[in-house]
């Protein structure tokens, strides 16, 4: 983990309120997996004064991606930020998704902005692994942002809840059975989270990306609390990946 300086090469709005960031970073850049998280200081000012937790999209090179949705201040500011703007970011953050094995059979579920990391990690293994993806949005998004999930996925399905685009609902009503696959692999909304939990019985294939509010990203300030079964987590230094079976969620 380091802080660097980059320079915003695009910031595209794809939806009502989702926007894609494109940044580069200098070139003595190193390893960054799938999973794993930025944390971004929006204004040079600090104010706000607290970084903004975003996991990678996408990574070529010494480009970078972010998918975020803008929900306060901080993003309001970063939705208007222009190309050649320089931003600072401490990264690479937190662990990774584990490793997948070739031809392995792998249930992907994205909700919303949760689908960032889900990308990265399909492109990542797009040659050896069977995924099976299922994502969902509130509303209408621009194809650009899950075609590769589409494009990599040996099956794909797609939901919205207004049904401006795929199937019209929330994207659990619309999952195989669970049981097909070696490993499930989920990041979205608290609740969504939550419910696959639930519908999951062997919950040590069940691994959870968590989106979670953070104030350092590197645990000193413990404000990212997660119960577990038999210790509790902070999701910015333990995760964001967590074993579903070491995780209590919901009642």
């Given amino acids: 983990m380091k802080e660097v300086v980059g320079e915003i090469v695009e910031n595209e709005k794809v939806s009502e309120r989702i926007y894609l960031l494109k940044i580069r970073l200098p070139k003595d850049t190193f390893?960054?997996?799938?999973?794993?998280?930025?944390?971004?200081?929006?204004?040079?000012?600090?104010?706000?004064?607290?970084?903004?937790?975003?996991?990678?999209?996408?990574?070529?090179?010494?480009?970078?991606y972010f998918l975020y949705?803008?929900?306060?201040?901080?993003?309001e500011i970063l939705s208007q930020k222009k190309v050649g703007e320089k931003i600072?970011?401490?990264?690479?953050?937190?662990?990774?998704?584990?490793?997948?094995?070739?031809?392995?059979r792998v249930l992907i579920v994205g909700g919303g902005v949760g689908i960032a990391p889900l990308n990265?990690?399909?492109?990542?293994?797009?040659?050896?692994?069977?995924f099976n993806s299922y994502i969902g949005f509130s509303s209408y998004v621009?194809?650009?942002?899950?075609?590769?999930?589409?494009?990599?996925?040996?099956n794909f399905v797609i939901s919205t809840e207004?049904?401006?685009?795929?199937?019209?609902?929330?994207?659990l009503e619309f999952l195989p059975s669970l049981l097909d696959f070696d490993k499930i692999i989920v990041c979205g909304p608290y609740p969504m989270l939550e419910s696959l939990y639930h519908l999951v019985d062997q919950k040590d294939k069940l691994y959870i990306s968590?989106?979670?509010?953070?104030?350092?990203?590197?645990?000193?300030?413990?404000?990212?609390?997660?119960?577990?079964?038999?210790?509790n987590f902070h999701v910015c230094k333990d995760g964001p990946i967590i074993v579903g079976s070491e995780v209590e969620l919901g009642g």
Avoid: H, W
């Fill in 31 to 64: 390893e960054i997996l799938p999973g794993q998280f930025a944390m971004l200081q929006v204004e040079e000012s600090y104010d706000p004064f607290l970084r903004r937790p975003m996991s990678f999209y996408s990574v070529e090179d010494n480009l970078i």
């Fill in 69 to 75: 949705q803008k929900m306060g201040r901080g993003t």
């Fill in 88 to 104: 600072f970011m401490l990264l690479p953050l937190g662990n990774s998704f584990p490793s997948l094995n070739q031809g392995e």
């Fill in 120 to 130: 990265f990690l399909v492109n990542f293994y797009k040659e050896n692994v069977i």
């Fill in 142 to 154: 621009e194809e650009k942002i899950y075609r590769d999930i589409q494009k990599y996925s040996y």
């Fill in 162 to 171: 207004d049904g401006s685009v795929g199937n019209k609902g929330k994207i």
């Fill in 210 to 231: 968590f989106e979670e509010r953070m104030g350092c990203g590197v645990g000193i300030c413990l404000s990212c609390f997660l119960k577990g079964r038999n210790r």
